[in-house]
């Protein structure tokens, strides 16, 4: 299956230590999204980006540290796997694009 998640000027995502939300970075702050369903559950307009492979959760989970990917700007592609592998995503030109099983 395949799901689109729309997330402008993305610089970078993640997910927490229980693989149950999906942390996103954009020039336009910070989105965290359920992993399975893909609704939005917490949105921050405000700058933050990664520091050290590092960004700082919202919403449920407020305040925890996540480990990121950051977009490769030499292809302008950002591609990474959950946690269990189960899910794949592939971003390019505003739309994140999860393959995968349930997605």
């Given at each position: ?9 993305l610089?970078?995502?993640?997910f ?66 959950s946690?269990d592998?189960?899910y ?13 099983t349930?997605?």
């Open positions: 299956m395949k799901k689109h998640l729309f997330v402008g000027g610089v970078a995502a993640g927490d230590p229980a693989g149950k939300f999906l942390l996103t970075l954009s020039h336009d702050g910070r989105g965290l999204f359920t992993v399975g369903s893909w609704e939005r559950v917490a949105r921050d307009p405000q700058l933050a980006y990664p520091e050290g492979g590092m960004a700082i959760g919202i919403g449920p989970i407020e305040g925890m540290p996540i480990p990121v990917t950051e977009m490769d700007y030499s292809a302008n592609t950002l591609c990474f796997s946690p592998g189960s794949h995503f592939a971003y390019e030109s505003g739309t994140i694009t999860v393959t995968g349930g997605a």
